[in-house]
């Protein structure tokens, strides 16, 4: 989706805008918070978020508990178990500096929110304190008795992941306090990369041959999510505290109080912390902290401002996602000018072609910029960006470079207009196969399944616990395994041996580390156990886009096995039967855009359709494959189990040479993937305890949520990823905001883990 179209979109109607911007900020939260993979940058993510804040304050009745101003991200990951927060972990509310504008201050927003803390406590000029900003990953240390009990990421802010065995390799965490430490101390901070450090992390992967690392916070959220803390060790984290959770020990009244107790059990915390008692002292207090964080040596876009006094921070309380006692301050990213000397393309590990600007070296926010993005080729035109321009580029918070406008003025008559796909002459640069770029898609993507430039990630997803579950293959293994040459694809794995994987190097020439014949044993006996998964679990294992677990379990239910669904005239009919019904529907006399054409017409164009409409489904409505139903007047709709987009994407994908090419080594490879719920007639099929229920999970189970979502299918019912006024109960375990509140408004039951095991059981009823 090309994220800046929205400027441009003059009649859309706003609430069907403002929906899309949720949309798009919640999928980017997700890449962001959950992933490690953000598609835009910081600057992007923060106008598109400002402009939702600016359409709520006009139209608060758009809000409700999806909107990302009521969310806190979510990062929570799977493998790892759940730690329930004692007090949520919030986020923080930010406020941005704006250029200079005709009787606007640039710091207008923050001047706006002091004097809002000062109407809620009564008081012209409340103390705050300011300290920067770090780009990094916020996480909870528990101490009890002295001793580090557990540490957590802030996952949904009630649940987070349990990331002890990792925390503990931090070197700048301690493990056990002084004497005198108070019963119960949880501070919460950030875990980050030093910005001198992660440019030599990258510098080594780069001579070892492995992928670079976008920035350090990416870095650092991958890192502290790894299952292997031997790894973790060998990474440059570090630990700065900034806030507290659960406390019981000495009163602590203020910041001075928490900065000295900090610094008595020597944990380290975030400094420097400066001190403001009017609105010109912070002011003045901001800018002299955007001056100092320059300094510092790690990542910062910001500085943060909090009310000093903890009692009066009770009495503000919070908001559902952040609270009323603190902000960011979020500073305007440097910008310089330099040349932009050519365009070069980088393949992402999802195949996505993304255009890079070569630029003439030059320094912003203490380093020197020799490349930024330009994002994508619709941005490229947008922008009318051409090789040999002078180029504005600033560093988004500090991290990732970005082309933010041509200064026209100084545009030579020799500058080149660009085309990403005439640049690559219709073919990957990574490994020769074609692109293509879907209808309505701004990325251009490389085609081929073996494309050694996604062969990574392929490979992680294909061995994870959601889809194949193998074991001890994931990460910087299927690196080395890429890396090395020993696989081009994750099909590849199967015709790895004990021996080949047992001596696979993933350390350095220099500083060899052999995989070990234990760890590959225990591969090779997963790969062996996932030849016979049933085929829901090979069409996730694939990776085809938009095809989760959840659909692939409903495409399971009508196809008998891999090759049946690679030819499926199923999915074939319900895409046309899509494009029948939505032409019988235009041609409905009682529509507007028909007024004035001859109804006679009309009908009997409509007749022949329907006819045509009522051949083709009869077949799999006997079955009870799809139903055709009114749909308001005169208009028709299909009912779709597997849904027409997921249709479309199945069939571009077995039509495509990444479809072919796995039938081809399925089939070298002695695997037939089959479907274990197949039902010839669903109307007339076996009926289970569940039959004929759907259901939603939220919070933490007990039980991974991809095999949960598979008992549910197999005793019949429906597992789905969003509350509607259809969904027949919500799984509910600890944590579970969004969803939760929803079912409460849609007057959804909500049933717990236990309820719902028992249900599965047959003649179980609530």
């Known amino acids: 989706m090309d994220l800046f179209e929205y400027s441009s979109r003059h009649e859309i109607d706003e609430r069907s805008h403002y929906e899309e911007l949720c949309r798009v900020v919640n999928h980017n939260n997700e890449l962001y918070y959950a992933?490690?993979?953000?598609?835009?940058?910081?600057?992007?993510?923060?106008?598109?978020?400002?402009e939702i804040e600016e359409i709520e304050t006009r139209h608060p009745e758009y809000k409700t508990a999806e909107s990302p101003t009521q969310r806190v991200g979510n990062d929570l990951a799977e493998g790892f178990a759940k730690i329930k927060h004692p007090i949520p972990m919030l986020s923080i509310d930010d406020v941005f500096e704006h250029k200079a504008a005709p009787r606007q201050e640039t710091d207008e927003e923050l001047?706006?929110?002091?004097?809002?803390?000062?109407?809620?406590?009564?008081?012209?000029?409340?103390h705050v304190v300011v300290e920067p900003k770090i780009d990094g990953c916020a996480v909870t240390l528990m101490y009890r008795g002295?001793?580090?009990?557990?540490?957590?990421?802030?996952?949904?802010?009630?649940?987070?992941?349990?990331?002890?065995?990792?925390?503990?390799?931090?070197?700048?965490?301690?493990?056990?306090?002084?004497?005198?430490?108070?019963?119960?101390?949880?501070?919460?901070?950030?875990?980050?990369?030093?910005?001198?450090?992660?440019?030599?992390?990258?510098?080594?992967?780069?001579?070892?041959?492995?992928?670079?690392?976008?920035?350090?916070?990416?870095?650092t959220a991958g890192t502290i999510k790894l299952l292997d803390a031997t790894e973790v060790a060998r990474r440059p984290l570090r630990f700065l505290a900034h806030g507290m959770g659960a406390y019981d020990g000495p009163p602590l009244h203020c910041m001075d109080d928490y900065e000295h107790l900090l610094a008595a059990m020597q944990i380290p915390y975030n400094k420097p912390i400066l001190h403001a008692h009017s609105l010109d002292e912070l002011r003045a207090t901001v800018k002299e902290m955007d001056r100092r964080r320059r300094g510092l040596g790690f990542g910062t876009d910001g500085a943060v401002v909090k009310?000093?006094?903890?009692?009066?921070?009770?009495?503000?309380?919070?908001?559902?996602?952040?609270?009323?006692?603190?902000?960011?301050?979020?500073?305007?990213?440097?910008?310089?000018?330099?040349?932009?000397?050519?365009?070069?393309?980088?393949?992402?590990?999802?195949?996505?072609?993304?255009?890079?600007?070569?630029?003439?070296?030059?320094?912003?926010?203490g380093s020197t910029v020799s490349r930024a993005t330009l994002h994508n080729q619709d941005e490229i035109a947008r922008k009318d960006v051409r090789i040999g321009d002078t180029v504005l580029v600033e560093k988004a918070g500090e991290i990732i470079p970005s082309v933010v406008k041509v200064v026209e003025a100084k545009r030579s008559a020799m500058a080149q207009p660009y085309s990403l796909s005439?640049?690559?002459?219709?073919?990957?640069?990574?490994?020769?196969?074609?692109?293509?770029?879907?209808?309505?898609?701004?990325?251009?993507?490389?085609?081929?399944?073996?494309?050694?430039?996604?062969?990574?990630?392929?490979?992680?997803?294909?061995?994870?616990?959601?889809?194949?579950?193998?074991?001890?293959?994931?990460?910087?293994?299927?690196?080395?395994?890429?890396?090395?040459?020993?696989?081009?694809?994750p099909l590849e794995l199967f015709k790895l041996t004990r021996e080949k994987l047992g001596a696979l190097n993933l350390g350095t020439t220099k500083d060899p580390r052999r995989f070990g014949e234990k760890n590959a044993s225990k591969a090779i006996d997963s790969l062996e156990r996932a030849r016979k998964f049933p085929m829901e679990r090979w069409i996730t294992a694939f990776g085809i886009p938009s095809i989760g677990s959840i659909t692939a379990r409903e495409v399971a239910k009508y196809h008998r096995d891999i090759n049946e669904l690679a030819n499926s005239d199923y999915l074939r009919t319900l895409v046309e039967l899509e494009d029948s019904i939505s032409a019988y529907n235009k041609l409905n006399p009682e529509s507007p855009s028909n007024k004035?054409?001859?109804?006679?017409?009309?009908?009997?164009?409509?007749?022949?359709?329907?006819?045509?409409?009522?051949?083709?489904?009869?077949?799999?409505?006997?079955?009870?494959?799809?139903?055709?139903?009114?749909?308001?007047?005169?208009?028709?709709?299909l009912v779709n189990p597997?849904?027409?987009?997921?249709?479309?994407?199945?069939?571009?994908?077995?039509?495509?040479?990444?479809?072919?090419?796995?039938?081809?080594?399925?089939?070298?490879?002695?695997?037939?993937?089959?479907?274990?719920?197949?039902?010839?007639?669903?109307?007339?099929?076996?009926?289970?305890?569940?039959?004929?229920?759907?259901?939603?999970?939220?919070?933490?189970?007990?039980?991974?949520?991809?095999?949960?979502?598979?008992?549910?299918?197999?005793?019949?019912?429906?597992?789905?990823?969003?509350?509607?006024?259809?969904?027949?109960?919500?799984?509910?375990?600890?944590?579970?905001?969004?969803?939760?509140?929803?079912?409460?408004?849609?007057?959804?039951?909500?049933?717990?883990?236990?309820?719902?095991?028992?249900?599965?059981?047959?003649?179980?009823?609530?």
């Open 642 to 766: 597997i849904g027409s987009v997921s249709c479309r994407k199945l069939l571009a994908y077995w039509e495509s040479s990444a479809g072919k090419h796995v039938l081809n080594e399925l089939h070298e490879l002695g695997i037939l993937p089959v479907s274990d719920c197949y039902v010839q007639n669903p109307a007339e099929g076996k009926q289970g305890p569940l039959t004929g229920l759907t259901f939603v999970l939220t919070g933490a189970l007990s039980i991974p949520r991809d095999e949960m979502e598979r008992r549910i299918s197999a005793a019949g019912g429906k597992a789905s990823g969003s509350v509607t006024k259809k969904t027949s109960y919500l799984v509910a375990g600890e944590g579970g905001g969004s969803k939760r509140e929803k079912a409460v408004k849609a007057g959804v039951p909500i049933i717990d883990e236990a309820t719902l095991l028992r249900m599965m059981q047959p003649n179980e009823e609530l």
């Open 111 to 126: 001047i706006d929110f002091y004097k809002r803390l000062g109407q809620a406590l009564g008081e012209v000029s409340p």
């Open 35 to 50: 992933k490690a993979t953000p598609e835009i940058t910081d600057a992007e993510y923060d106008r598109l978020y400002h």
């Open 422 to 489: 005439e640049a690559v002459g219709g073919v990957c640069p990574s490994c020769g196969a074609p692109v293509s770029k879907e209808e309505g898609q701004v990325a251009w993507r490389c085609t081929n399944f073996a494309c050694p430039a996604q062969a990574v990630t392929r490979t992680s997803y294909f061995c994870s616990r959601a889809a194949l579950d193998i074991e001890n293959l994931g990460g910087v293994v299927a690196e080395a395994l890429v890396n090395t040459g020993l696989i081009r694809t």
């Open 307 to 365: 009310l000093n006094d903890f009692a009066r921070r009770d009495e503000l309380g919070t908001t559902a996602r952040a609270p009323r006692w603190a902000a960011a301050f979020k500073y305007l990213p440097e910008q310089r000018e330099t040349k932009l000397l050519g365009i070069t393309v980088q393949v992402g590990r999802t195949g996505v072609l993304t255009p890079v600007a070569e630029l003439e070296p030059v320094l912003i926010s």
């Open 596 to 637: 004035g054409k001859e109804r006679a017409g009309l009908e009997s164009q409509r007749a022949e359709l329907l006819r045509r409409i009522h051949g083709s489904a009869a077949t799999y409505m006997e079955r009870g494959y799809l139903s055709l139903e009114p749909d308001g007047k005169n208009k028709l709709r």
């Open 146 to 219: 002295g001793e580090l009990a557990y540490a957590a990421t802030r996952g949904d802010g009630n649940v987070g992941d349990d990331i002890t065995t990792n925390v503990r390799t931090v070197k700048s965490i301690p493990q056990k306090l002084p004497s005198g430490a108070p019963n119960v101390l949880e501070v919460r901070g950030e875990i980050f990369m030093p910005s001198a450090e992660f440019d030599e992390l990258n510098a080594q992967r780069d001579a070892e041959g492995l992928p670079a690392f976008a920035n350090p916070r990416n870095a």
